[in-house]
């Protein structure tokens, strides 16, 4: 690419299971680009089976960024993850690459094109002292002392979000002002000189569900549970991100508590539907797309959309 200032960042979204993955390396493949992952849990080291990250012969095909990036025992917020990947855009574009960010994260997606609301830096000592307060308490323990703080933002996290409840302690301890204040403030944009077109795959719902039912049997056949079991053996703190990974609990409770195989797999499973349950509400409701393509993306519409794509000029600067 000659302008390459000026080549758009693509975005694949779309729930799980959706063909997004295929059809972003399909477009790298095809117009020269890079892959940059926007899924909070494939930016793990430890899960790659479990969260179906690309395998090294994708990899091969074409350049992927931010994938298995971050060890587990690092938490990886949507502040940082927009950091990394507006530097992985501006590299792909150093080197003449498309830059196609693919995922189905909507907090991340959302962080990168509208940006985020901003919080303040909350001081070391702040932190340590919120951390060692709440050390031996148990989470609603925290969300009954928060619901007395900080009532608005009780409301808002759930009792067993460790993580997040903790956050807020640390904003209202540091500022004397509700996180959920901070949050409604206006986000800072964009991140300036990017534009965004956007490809949104929203195939019908029970098919995906079908899908996502035979991955995550297949995962399991295929790994994941000596990866779940790897990771448990790194004696995590259960608040952490990564082991809130689609899996995780199931698979340890099957490794652990005796739960029945079958049942664990089950429970994977109908964890996993909720979850994409969610993604198509949101999708539906907070993306507004260049394209929506109604289908799971094979080679058997690959034509079709990829003459849509070019009609739209998703794939030239702007």
């Avoid at 990564?242 to 664990?264: N, W």
């Amino acid at each position: 690419m000659s302008d390459n200032e000026g080549f758009p960042a693509v975005v694949v979204a779309g729930p799980t299971c959706s063909g997004k993955s295929a059809l972003a390396l399909d477009l790298a493949v095809t117009f020269g680009g890079t892959v940059i992952n926007a899924d909070s849990m494939q930016v793990y080291r430890e899960l790659r089976v479990l969260t179906a990250r690309p395998d090294a012969a994708d990899e091969a095909r074409a350049p992927h960024r931010l994938y298995g990036v971050i060890p587990a025992a690092e938490p990886c917020s949507a502040a940082r993850w927009r950091s990394l990947a507006v530097a992985a855009i501006a590299e792909a574009r150093e080197q003449g690459r498309a830059p196609i960010v693919c995922g189905g994260t909507g907090l991340y997606l959302r962080a990168l094109m509208e940006g985020l609301s901003p919080l303040p830096d909350v001081p070391g000592e702040v932190r340590e002292a919120v951390r060692a307060r709440f050390a031996p308490a148990g989470t609603t323990a925290i969300h009954d002392a928060l619901r007395e703080a900080d009532p608005k933002a009780a409301a808002r996290l759930a009792a067993t979000d460790r993580q997040r409840l903790l956050r807020a302690w640390e904003i209202f301890e540091a500022t004397g002002v509700s996180i959920v204040d901070w949050q409604d403030r206006p986000p800072s944009g964009p991140p300036p000189g990017i534009g965004f077109r956007t490809i949104l795959l929203m195939p019908p719902r029970d098919a995906t569900y079908a899908a996502c039912d035979a991955r995550l049997r297949r995962m399991v056949e295929e790994g994941a549970l000596d990866e779940v079991r790897r990771l448990r053996d790194l004696q995590l703190d259960p608040a952490l991100p990564v082991m809130k990974a689609l899996g995780v609990a199931e698979l340890i409770a099957y490794l652990d508590d005796g739960l029945d195989r079958e049942a664990a797999i089950a429970a994977a499973q109908q964890a996993t539907r909720n979850y994409v349950k969610r993604q198509y509400t949101w999708f539906s409701r907070q993306i507004i797309a260049d394209i929506v393509i109604e289908e799971k993306f094979s080679e058997n519409i690959r034509d079709e959309i990829f003459s849509f794509i070019c009609k739209k000029g998703l794939t030239t600067a702007s």
